[in-house]
């Protein structure tokens, strides 16, 4: 198991946003975490990534306890990610973005050059490598992020919506970059809203609903899962549609 | 004193909550409108009735000015410039007040507003009871208009999120020009109030800035309660110090707490950080 | 090395001006003019590079100063004996101010650093053991080489020069650097930044620790050749934004941006103050605020950004 996820739970005052979720996540898996909008993936995403420690529960790593680690230690660990609203360094160009991300492991200019050059390439972002972030559009900075999480040398990635408001033709690049990611050796954990996406990438979905995780297993089973319908349209609606 | 404090603090949390805009030349703000006051006085002899609507009034109407042709462009780009902005307009103001005014210390005749009052075995001065009572009712009235007019539910809609409130079809835009206006509103009354007992000088602006973010520090950022409390708290912590350390120390001792405050407990009595 | 060319020329222009000039009068403000590219250059490690506002850094100016002069008042060594004083105490003010502040958003490692620099000035200036409101003095007449007390201001600029040469080289080595790159990353963003396994904490003291270091020199350096140290012109906050004008002036997070500032401000500041006699000091800073708010307003990444700009190159490093 790379990834154990326990009892995590996280309040905001009186919202339980997150009501004791697990997950397991095996080494080389596409895990998609799936819900509709407020289901609290999003919160649980960010416990994860260690951007907010959880109230409660655990979250194992490689068998390392990093429930209380913050995103430094997390990324040092081997797990990077990438933000659902990108955060670029819009004053830097493509290529220093990801040198950024490079310095982790080399802290030498010339090493951490060479793996810039890699991943750039990796990420088709080459030809772009010395124009300003900022001038990049949505998808670009996407890719951009992704590459950039790339260059720390990750074990573990996760994307967070990822390809959300890309259009369809950039949706399948990204879907094809997301493959080559994971025919790497690395593990992926996706949140996404879009159902496609998860169909046709995920090996395993797991359904949160209202803090909760509703259902986990192959993407077309718990899609026709009567809980997930329930969860996405509205109880009464589901049982119109089951009559 | 404490009162006046938390009024134009008010405005300060307000602007800062709001548009995560910290204002550097909110002090400033105020001496133009001690300046206002005065001026008031003495080229046309109206008192404070007509002179702090009046300022007030000016000070707004510099607020939206400023909101336009300065913060909106400022507000989206690096941290360096929204600082820099508004600490570049207090010297503009500051120093434009040097020179037109001159470095002199003037003020308001005493007796303007009644003498001194006899209260409990304290003497208090009426200009400073007055002032306080006028700051503390019209800091609630602010506080009541945010929360429960539909204005100011709009007005904190765009300071949580933006983005939202603009799904929600309230235009950001206008709303954030509105809490310049009221909140550079706050320091003309404030500074209006002020005129009455305190000198006016250009150099008021530096150090009136700085209590401001005392109490807005203290109080919580983008609380108006927590400014109304902060600031009778320093205004209190204010006169002890100089009453026991001397009058030399007071400011001094202010910014210590200041610093002990983003040292302890940055988030304040009653915001969020 | 092939797009520094011109440099050389300018160079030698720079090694040369102040014997051809003669007066020492345009010399002095050479000097002058060096000693705000040394502090703004500082303030711009911190401010600049790592985006970390401090409006205060006064205090660090202040404790050079102070310390070289104390350490000739009290102790009777040459003012310059006092410079490593001076950075300790600028190093344990940096930490105290940034180890707090650094964990929260910007805006309140900037408000810290102006409430500190007003506080340390309001002790300063009742503290008597360095002269409370009078302040301190150097050396009248040199005692020893090592006064560097030199009636013309030439043996300064060449001295100041070679501080600077030395701070611009150590900062261009930065940037080329993990740090320099790290440096922006925190500017750029620091929640990306430590997604990517920036210590962003860490680097900002680190910053912080040098630029204090350095202006804390300058501090000392000002305190050798003017020889007078007191609250106001060294712990006030005007010379805190002079540092912060004359970096953004010319661009902050450049590597010459302070200097361009600097070459460009400081006559300016002499000649309004000639210029306008009695009422002087008001207006020149009156000139500040405009220059900042269209500095802010236009562009905000100073005069190199807009060449830039104007030549149609994205700024790289």
């Given amino acids: 198991m790379l990834l154990e996820a326990s009892g995590v739970v996280q309040t905001f005052g009186q919202l339980r946003a997150v009501d004791s979720a697990d997950l397991t996540v095996a080494k080389g898996e596409i895990v998609g975490l799936i819900g509709p909008n407020g289901a609290g993936k999003s919160t649980f995403f960010n416990a994860l990534a260690g951007d907010r420690p959880p109230d409660d529960g655990r ?34 160009t493509v290529a220093e973005n990801v040198l950024v991300g490079a310095f982790l492991r080399h802290s030498h200019r010339t090493a951490a050059e060479a793996v810039t050059r890699d991943v750039l390439e990796f990420t088709g972002l080459a030809p772009m490598a010395d124009r300003r972030a900022g001038m990049l559009g949505t998808p670009g900075r996407k890719r951009l992020e992704i590459a950039r999480a790339l260059a720390t040398e990750p074990r573990l990635l996760l994307l967070d919506e990822a390809l ?12 094809g970059l997301v493959r080559r990611l994971h025919v790497r050796g690395i593990t992926l954990v996706i949140v996404e809203h879009i159902m496609e996406v998860i169909l046709t990438l995920a090996e395993r979905a797991v359904v949160f609903h209202q803090g909760r995780v509703i259902a986990a297993g ?7 899962d009567p809980a997930v319908v329930a969860a996405y349209l509205g109880h009464r609606m589901s049982r119109q549609i089951q009559q | 004193m404490g009162a006046i404090y938390a009024l134009f603090s008010s405005g300060l949390t307000l602007i800062w909550g709001m548009m995560n805009v910290i204002n550097f030349a909110h002090g400033d703000f105020v001496m133009l409108a001690m300046y206002v006051a005065f001026f008031a006085w003495t080229l046309g002899h109206q008192g404070p009735l007509v002179s702090i609507p009046l300022a007030a009034a000016l000070l707004a109407l510099l607020g939206v000015v400023v909101y336009l042709g300065l913060i909106r462009s400022v507000m989206r780009g690096p941290m360096l410039a929204q600082i820099l902005a508004t600490f570049g307009l207090a010297l503009l103001l500051r120093y434009a007040a040097f020179w037109a005014f001159s470095a002199n210390f003037v003020a308001l005749p005493d007796n303007l507003v009644g003498g001194t009052l006899q209260l409990a075995g304290l003497r208090l001065q009426e200009p400073r009871v007055l002032a306080g009572v006028v700051a503390l009712a019209l800091t609630l009235g602010l506080h009541l208009m945010l929360t429960r007019t539909m204005l100011g539910a709009r007005m904190l809609a765009v300071a949580e999120d933006r983005a939202a409130a603009m799904l929600v079809g309230i235009r950001p835009d206008p709303m954030q020009a509105l809490t310049w206006g009221l909140g550079a509103a706050s320091t003309g009354i404030a500074g209006g109030l002020i005129a009455l007992f305190y000198y006016i000088s250009p150099t008021v602006g530096e150090s009136l800035t700085l209590i401001g973010f005392v109490v807005v520090a203290l109080g919580g950022f983008g609380s108006v309660p927590g400014a109304l409390l902060a600031g009778l708290l320093i205004g209190v912590v204010e006169s002890l110090s100089a009453y026991w350390f001397g009058p030399v120390y007071q400011d001094a001792v202010v910014y210590a707490l200041f610093l002990l405050v983003l040292w302890v407990r940055p988030q304040g009595l009653l915001g969020t950080v | 090395m092939k797009r520094l060319w011109w440099l050389l020329p300018l160079v030698l222009v720079v090694l040369v001006w102040p014997l051809l000039a003669g ?54 060594w040459p003012p310059i004996a006092g410079v490593p004083l001076g950075i300790a105490v600028s190093l344990i003010l940096a930490v105290l101010i940034g180890t707090p502040t650094f964990r ?41 080489l090592a006064d560097l007390t030199f009636r013309s201001p030439l043996p300064y600029y060449y001295i100041f020069l070679g501080v600077l040469a030395l701070l611009l080289s150590l900062t261009a080595a930065m940037e080329r650097s993990r740090m320099g790159y790290y440096l922006r990353a925190i500017n750029g963003g620091e929640r990306a930044a430590r997604s990517l396994g920036v210590p962003v904490l860490r680097y900002k003291l680190f910053a912080l620790m040098l630029s204090a270091t350095f202006t804390s020199v300058a501090g000392s350096l000002y305190a050798v050749m003017v020889g007078f140290a007191d609250p106001d012109s060294t712990l006030g906050i005007l010379i805190s934004v002079k540092m912060i004008i004359v970096a953004a002036l010319g661009g902050a997070g450049t590597l010459f941006g302070p200097l361009i500032g600097a070459v460009l401000l400081i006559p300016l500041e002499e000649w309004t103050n000639a210029a306008f006699g009695g009422s002087g000091t008001g207006v020149t800073y009156v000139v500040y605020g405009a220059i900042i708010l269209l500095i802010t307003r236009f562009e905000p990444g100073g005069l190199l950004h807009l060449a830039s700009r104007i030549r149609g190159r994205p700024r790289a490093a």
């Fill in chain 1, 59 to 92: 979250i194992l790593f490689e068998g390392h306890d990093i429930t209380h680690e913050g995103p430094e230690q997390h990324a040092r660990r081997g797990i990077a990610r990438t933000f659902q609203v990108p955060l670029t360094f819009e004053d830097m």
């Fill in chain 3, 104 to 144: 929260l958003r910007g805006h309140y490692f900037s408000m810290a650093t102006i409430a500190a620099a007003e506080l340390i000035r309001l002790l300063a200036a009742n503290w008597a053991w360095i002269g409370a409101a009078i302040g301190l003095m150097g050396p009248a007449a040199p005692r020893t």
């Fill in chain 3, 23 to 76: 007066d020492a009068f345009y010399q002095r403000i050479g000097a002058l003019v060096v000693l705000a590219a040394i502090s703004a250059s500082a303030w711009n490690l911190i401010g600049g590079y790592a985006g970390q506002v401090s409006v205060g850094h006064a205090i660090f100016f202040g404790a050079g100063a102070y310390a070289a002069l104390a350490v000739y008042t009290h102790l009777g």
């Fill in chain 1, 218 to 224: 192959p993407p077309r089973a718990v899609v026709n």
């Fill in chain 1, 164 to 175: 959300a408001g890309l259009t369809p033709a950039e949706v399948q690049v990204a879907i």
